[in-house]
């Protein structure tokens, strides 16, 4: 091996001596550096420079550890990812009319939108939430509303992803009370919140609770689903934020690990049992521009993954060792400037997340750099995927990519310099601690920081933007929330109110404030005022009083 090995560099040493510098002699490169879209160094040339012995311990097959090629033997040959539009605005019934319009036109799952304040535990008539009702999201204000999102919509065959952090436990209660009303029961329920509140710390800031209040929350759903609803995803775990935040592939990888350490860590603290909940563990990432960079991202976090839970937790079950992710393509990539530009940008980005093996995908439309999407920008987002799937032939045999010298070499890059990043948390005590130091933070800002002075300088090329402008109308037809959506939400909040029975409202949220003072598991005392129609702010009232709120010190 080591005979060949040598055998392959001298003989680039000639190519390079010989053939390559007759043509550079004559036609110098376009640049003197050439990086990806995370400005790592990309090299003229990769060789084989590993072996059988590489390919057996950290490539391997598909299906099998360290699932480097994917969790599932046949991958996309068995079964499409699940195609979830992601998707929520104004009231419920207006998203609700939307999702069905989505599962009309082909959509295999749901993914729910909040507005601000239901991400934050307000009501819609609280005074925060002036002016942001039904905004970036659908308002959720009890399960009245959330029987109005999922009327027609049978939930026992539909699979749902809820993006909600902070008051996941409520939304989730009040889906599993939906449910109830719908004659399905828990254990059939399929989806997954987003209940990922480190990187709320981190990267997007709809926080209420401090961390450890928080973490309890977590895992109280954790031991509650294990239980009552066993095909639920508990958490996805997110660098999609983090990446949003802007920071490169590896730090993605290495702080959405490292806070799925903390998770797993909290959970066994409580006498959770690794292979109990660990298969309900999901993920959630970014796909960005660099196309071959991100399908080297995918396959290094999932092998670092797999060596995580057994080599640091010693998790048995195989399934305790997959890492299943959803993707969504980056919306920060997208542009205001020529928008139907996104629509190539997304295209790369689904052949990225599939290419990279994704279980589920949502595409960002063309206009979401402008506003909501409309009907038409979805439906394009969605025929991408579609697309894809049907007609690009990367769907016919597993991990397609792999063997490719560039991307074994940037897996391995990726995974070393991920690994580096969770060391340093550990060292720093964890990802809690790290967040409070501001680490993870300050490492994100100076990414991001690095990556806006490559665009502002012209370094980093950004189609219609920085290069190849053009003269443009202003954009017509955009999706607008009509003003009167805060009124109407506001005015069936009170009417709920004054139909509902106060006197079993106060008696269940005081139970739920006992418990919170306890040590007792939250779900049972939360799904029980959701079903007397407390309402989440309500609800998140109770917790603040008990828990407090999370206040951020850290200055960058």
């Known amino acids: 091996m080591e005979n060949w090995k040598k055998q392959v560099q001298t003989e680039r040493e000639r190519w390079e001596d010989t053939t390559l510098k007759k043509v550079t002699d004559r036609f110098p490169e376009r640049k003197e550096s050439f990086v990806t879209g995370s400005r790592e160094p990309v090299e003229r040339l990769y060789t084989p420079m590993g072996g059988e012995d590489q390919y057996l311990d950290e490539i391997g097959f598909p299906g099998q550890y360290p699932f480097t090629r994917g969790v599932q033997p046949t991958m996309y040959r068995g079964r499409l990812w699940t195609m979830r539009m992601y ?94 009303k719908q004659g399905v029961s828990a254990d059939q329920l399929r989806g997954t919140i987003q209940n990922d509140i480190l990187k709320e710390y981190i990267a997007r800031g709809t926080y209420i609770y401090p961390t450890e209040p928080s973490m309890r929350l977590i895992t109280d759903i954790f031991a509650y689903c294990s239980k009552e609803v066993p095909k639920w995803n508990t958490i996805s775990i997110s660098g999609y934020h983090i990446r949003e935040a802007g920071s490169t592939a590896a730090q993605e990888v290495g702080f959405t690990l490292a806070d799925g350490i903390a998770y797993v860590e909290a959970a066994l603290q409580v006498g959770l049992d690794i292979d109990e909940f660990a298969p309900r563990l999901s993920f959630f990432f970014n796909a960005h521009n660099d196309l071959l960079e991100e399908v080297s991202k995918y396959r290094a976090a999932r092998r670092m993954w797999a060596k995580i839970m057994k080599e640091r937790f010693g998790a048995k079950n195989p399934k305790s060792m997959m890492m299943k992710f959803h993707t969504q393509t980056g919306g920060s990539t997208l542009t205001a400037q020529q928008p139907d530009n996104n629509i190539v940008r997304v295209t790369i980005q689904t052949l990225a997340a599939i290419l990279g093996g994704t279980q589920s995908l949502h595409t960002n439309s063309r206009d979401e750099a402008l506003a909501l999407p409309t009907e038409d920008s979805v439906r394009i987002a969605l025929r991408t995927q579609q697309i894809v799937a049907h007609e690009s032939g990367i769907t016919q045999t597993v991990d397609p990519l792999a063997g490719s010298y560039y991307i074994e070499e940037k897996t391995n890059l990726i995974e070393k310099e991920a690994f580096a990043l969770i060391e340093k948390i550990d060292e720093l005590g964890g990802a809690p601690r790290a967040i409070d130091l501001g680490f993870i933070q300050q490492a994100i800002s100076d990414a991001a920081y690095a990556a806006q002075k490559d665009i502002e300088s012209g370094e980093q090329v950004v189609v219609g933007v920085n290069q190849y402008q053009m003269e443009e109308e202003a954009p017509k037809d955009l999706l607008r929330v009509d003003p009167v959506v805060e009124k109407r939400q506001v005015t069936a909040l009170h009417a709920m109110k004054a139909e509902r029975n106060q006197a079993m409202v106060e008696e269940a949220l005081a139970e739920l404030k006992a418990v919170c003072q306890g040590t007792g598991n939250t779900m049972p005392a939360i799904l029980k005022a959701v079903r007397t129609y407390a309402t989440l702010g309500e609800i998140s009232d109770v917790m603040r009083d008990v828990f407090g709120e999370y206040e951020q010190h850290v200055r960058l």
């Open 87 to 180: 998707a929520g605005f104004a009231t419920a019934e207006e998203s609700n009319a939307r999702y069905k319009y989505l599962v009309s036109q082909g959509s295999s799952g749901l993914s729910v939108a909040f507005d601000l304040p239901t991400q934050i535990g307000y009501d819609s008539d609280h005074p925060l939430a002036a002016g942001e009702v039904g905004k970036v999201g659908v308002a959720n204000d009890s399960l009245a509303d959330t029987e109005r999102l999922f009327d027609g919509i049978p939930l026992n065959r539909v699979s749902t992803s809820m993006t909600i952090n902070a008051p996941a436990a409520v939304l989730l209660a009040m889906y599993i009370a939906v449910a109830e």
